[in-house]
């Protein structure tokens, strides 16, 4: 990770000092841009062969994802929370929660989690269905807290035996919560929501506008890329939210959370930044309603600059081009 973190900070030097200026238009500077993004990023793609094997197993994992009888009060389904229709957030209900008094972070995307090296706000886990699992167990997911009452719950519907049957049988002989988790996985596995910069990246300069090309020179120079990389510009490592000032809010410490060594405090994962423009309240305590306010933050609490309005207009500019389209056929309810 630091060898990651030292040859970003190399690419964005050259970046900002030679090539920039040698070349002024804008093809030039779309060359350039992608030329700097190029070492972390790594593009999303749905893959059709793999939907197409596995759909037996994708129509039962949709289908457990839309159960509100999987939860403990049966009030609520994970996409109560991770609104498939809404990027896979939902800023309502979170913000309603928060409003009751009740502890709840703010809900992250399930699109394109299948490619985040970490999980939860605090990077806590670092296993995908590992996550699944707990979105089952924990207080402020579904708090059944027991994994032999989902499959009481699931035993009740004869669609689901026969759903199971299909998916899994000829492996297994009953449902179990492993299987469960397993169909979910590959449910969500493809949620993915390919965006213009996507298509930029392989090569179409003309996908993004001049003021997203001109947000995406400012997103590397001001080195937000040396935190925000990867195939959704975050989600890869944890780092400290107020590396230059102290963050206001210090009620929820993050990572120490999970290791109480004092050097962790206040330690957050790097949030994924696709379909950001999506996905308001920001940050773990909602501090940012909008996105412009997000940016001006991250410049003053991990970069230490005030960013011109003009500069954030630029860089929300360019991270529009992470908005991929909601795939409705994909999340439709069987
Ligand atoms: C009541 C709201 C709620 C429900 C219901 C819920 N989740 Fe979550 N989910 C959250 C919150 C809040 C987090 C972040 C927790 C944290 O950071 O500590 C989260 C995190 C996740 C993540 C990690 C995303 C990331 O970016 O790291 C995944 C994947 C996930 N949930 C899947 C599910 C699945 C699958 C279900 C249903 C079985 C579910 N969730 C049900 C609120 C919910
Ligand atoms: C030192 C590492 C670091 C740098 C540099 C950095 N960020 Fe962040 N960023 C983070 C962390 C950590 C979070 C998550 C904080 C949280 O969950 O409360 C975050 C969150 C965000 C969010 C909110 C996303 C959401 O869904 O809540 C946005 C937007 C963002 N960063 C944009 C930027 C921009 C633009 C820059 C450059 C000006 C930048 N960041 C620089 C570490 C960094």
Redesign the pocket.
Known sequence: MKLLRYSCWLSLYIFSTGVLHSQTSVEGKANELRTALKPYFVSVSRDDSFIKKNIAKINLGRK??YDKK??LGKG???????DLQKY?T?GD??LQ?KAKGQF???????YN??S?E????????SN?KN??R???L?T????VQNEALVIQELKKTPEYLKMFREAFFKKSTSITFDVVIDA?EAF?SQLKTPAPIDAFMEGNNTVLSNAQIQGGELFVSKACYSCHTGSSFG?QMINKLGVEVPWPNQKDMGYYHIKRKSSNKMFF?V??LRNVAKTAPYF?DALAMRLDKAIKLMGIHERGIQLKVVEVAKIKEFLKSFTGEIPQDYIKEN
């Open positions: 457990l994802f999987l939860s609520v389904s994970c996409n109560s929370c991770h896979g939902n209900y979170y929660q709840y972070r703010d809900v992250p995307t399930v989690s299948v985040f970490l999980f939860n706000v605090d990077g806590s886990l995908f996550k699944i707990e979105a089952f924990r402020h997911e579904m708090e979910l969500l989600g994962r949030a994924p773990h």
